[in-house]
């Protein structure tokens, strides 16, 4: 009886060490990075769809509810203040921040019709509540674009395993200064509207400051931390550069400037953020 007792104490033993082992495994698979998810739920106005279940997670995803061959703006305004972005033509949905935080948001769909002229195609009115008003800066969205098979992604995971935020953060500042080229070919044939590419630009260790910029900010992400993506002016040059919240405080960083890629600068000035 003995015997037996102790066999199937040790059995429980090793089946709840099994199991807490499979949660811990778990735990640390999913990390702290947070992913957006689609829901089936969407809001429809003319040629406009959207998904707005994300909406309190500093987010929502945008499409076109038909192809085309014209060119596509989408408007996003909240107080004012307005972010205009291209919108695919193809009917898939893309990924769009929240960037200002709680409030009453319009989004309008335009379409191109000839020359510079755009028509109004259908517009929504969106009311969002967000209890972290940083939370559009822990997602990807459309120019901070990445997805948990990206290799920065991973590469932030290994690097800041086992750290707290400051040092984490540390660890990809000094990731990026040591591990880039500037791409100098790029920054002469690069077109207007050009999004920053994380995975391209990742795999060839090398971008120009939207690039370099947009891999920091995915990388400090997946990790918990805030970050933005500024652009605006380094003094009278087109520049980009990021700001992290870190303890309450915002931390500025410019990848470009820790590779010696930008000259001494005297004064940053923003135009939009992401």
């Known amino acids: 009886m003995r015997d037996k007792a102790g066999r199937f104490g040790m059995m429980v033993a090793v089946l709840i060490c099994l199991f807490a082992c499979i949660a811990v495994s778990a735990s640390a698979d999913s990390g702290t990075a947070i992913w957006p998810q689609q829901s089936v739920i969407t809001n429809a106005s003319g040629k406009l769809v959207m998904d707005a279940s994300?909406?309190?997670?500093?987010?929502?995803?945008?499409?076109?509810?038909?192809?085309?061959?014209?060119?596509?703006?989408?408007?996003?305004?909240?107080?004012?203040?307005?972010?205009?972005?291209?919108?695919?033509?193809?009917?898939?949905?893309?990924?769009?921040?929240?960037?200002?935080?709680?409030?009453?948001?319009?989004?309008?769909?335009?379409?191109?019709?000839?020359?510079?002229?755009?028509?109004?195609?259908?517009?929504?009115?969106?009311?969002?509540?967000?209890?972290?008003?940083?939370?559009?800066?822990?997602?990807?969205?459309?120019?901070?674009?990445?997805?948990?098979?990206?290799?920065?992604?991973?590469?932030?995971?290994?690097i800041c395993a086992g750290k707290g935020e400051k040092e984490a953060y540390d660890a990809v500042c000094k990731f990026m200064s040591t591990s880039f080229v500037y791409d100098f070919i790029k920054a002469v044939t690069i077109k207007p509207g050009m999004l920053p590419d994380i995975d391209g630009s990742y795999a060839k260790r090398m971008g120009v400051c939207q690039d370099l910029s947009a891999i920091t900010c995915c990388m400090l992400r997946t990790q918990g931390i805030p970050a933005r993506m500024i652009i605006g002016y380094a003094d009278k040059q087109y520049h980009a550069w990021t700001m992290t919240k870190l303890g309450g405080k915002d931390v500025f960083f410019d990848p470009t400037a820790a590779i010696s890629a930008i000259s001494s600068v005297k004064e940053y000035s923003m135009e939009r953020y992401y």
Do not use: C, W
Not at 63 to 90: C, M, N, P
Not at 105 to 130: A, D, F, P
């Open 54 to 158: 994300g909406a309190s997670d500093g987010y929502f995803f945008a499409a076109v509810s038909y192809q085309t061959s014209h060119r596509l703006k989408l408007r996003v305004i909240k107080d004012g203040t307005t972010f205009t972005y291209d919108l695919k033509t193809d009917t898939s949905y893309e990924l769009f921040p929240l960037q200002l935080g709680t409030g009453y948001y319009e989004i309008y769909l335009y379409e191109n019709v000839s020359g510079k002229k755009y028509s109004q195609e259908g517009v929504v009115g969106l009311y969002v509540t967000m209890e972290n008003p940083e939370a559009p800066f822990l997602v990807p969205s459309q120019y901070i674009s990445y997805t948990r098979l990206s290799e920065a992604v991973a590469m932030a995971d290994s």
